[in-house]
């Protein structure tokens, strides 16, 4: 219940900081699809498959950087992740951009859900960069961890590299 509550905190301030964003002049929608590969899991290094993940955000571009808040669904280490996702972005040259994002979610076992969270630096290179859209392919340094699960595992932290392709329109 308390993992629950969290993501309801999580999400209403997501939304109070875009609300409170000022005048939109266009919605910006950015959907990529990533694989994840496995490079370390608690204090052991090792390459494993990490997974696939599917998100879409939300870009807001405001004072140079592009704000982004959206929704991951992901297939893990520990299996099925919901993640909500906030994060920048700054264009650091004509096709290249550099951020990072938190995200706050839920490994959906059962008989209840565990909490999970992460964080990641990232880098996109941008290989279409149209007036009306744009596609690009992205890198990632995320750490990942579900502490309630050590009950169920020894795994229960994962540092991933996903590499994923994205089109935003």
Same mark, same amino acid.
């Given at each position: 219940?308390?993992?629950?509550?969290?993501?309801? +905190?999580?999400? @209403? /301030?997501?939304?109070? !900081?875009?609300?409170?964003?000022? &005048?939109?002049?266009?919605?910006?929608?950015?959907? %990529?699809?990533?694989?994840?590969?496995?490079?370390?899991?608690?204090?052991?290094?090792?390459?494993?498959?990490?997974?696939?993940?599917?998100?879409?955000?939300?870009?807001?571009?405001?004072?140079?950087?592009? +704000?982004?808040? @959206? /929704?991951?669904?992901? !297939?893990?280490?520990?299996?099925? &992740?919901?993640?909500?996702?906030?994060?920048?972005? %700054?264009?650091?040259?004509?096709?290249?951009?550099?951020?990072?994002?938190?995200?706050?979610?839920?490994?959906?076992?059962?008989?209840?859900?565990?909490?999970?969270?992460?964080?990641?630096?990232?880098?996109?290179?941008?290989?279409?960069?149209?007036?009306?859209?744009?596609?690009?392919?992205?890198?990632?340094?995320?750490?990942?961890?579900?502490?309630?699960?050590?009950?169920?595992?020894?795994?229960?932290?994962?540092?991933?590299?996903?590499?994923?392709?994205?089109?935003?329109?």
């Amino acid at each position: 219940m308390r993992t629950v509550k969290q993501f309801g +905190f999580i999400l @209403g /301030v997501l939304m109070t !900081i875009f609300a409170g964003a000022g &005048q939109l002049h266009a919605q910006h929608i950015e959907v %990529k699809a990533s694989y994840m590969q496995g490079v370390a899991y608690n204090d052991a290094a090792g390459f494993f498959g990490g997974g696939s993940e599917l998100s879409i955000d939300y870009l807001l571009k405001r004072n140079g950087y592009q +704000f982004n808040a @959206g /929704v991951d669904g992901r !297939i893990v280490q520990w299996g099925r &992740q919901v993640n909500l996702a906030f994060g920048a972005i %700054k264009e650091v040259g004509k096709n290249i951009e550099v951020g990072a994002e938190l995200q706050s979610g839920l490994a959906l076992f059962r008989p209840s859900s565990l909490g999970v969270y992460g964080g990641s630096i990232k880098a996109n290179y941008l290989f279409l960069n149209k007036e009306s859209w744009k596609a690009g392919v992205g890198v990632e340094a995320r750490l990942t961890s579900s502490p309630g699960y050590k009950e169920y595992s020894q795994v229960h932290t994962l540092v991933e590299v996903p590499i994923g392709l994205f089109i935003r329109l």
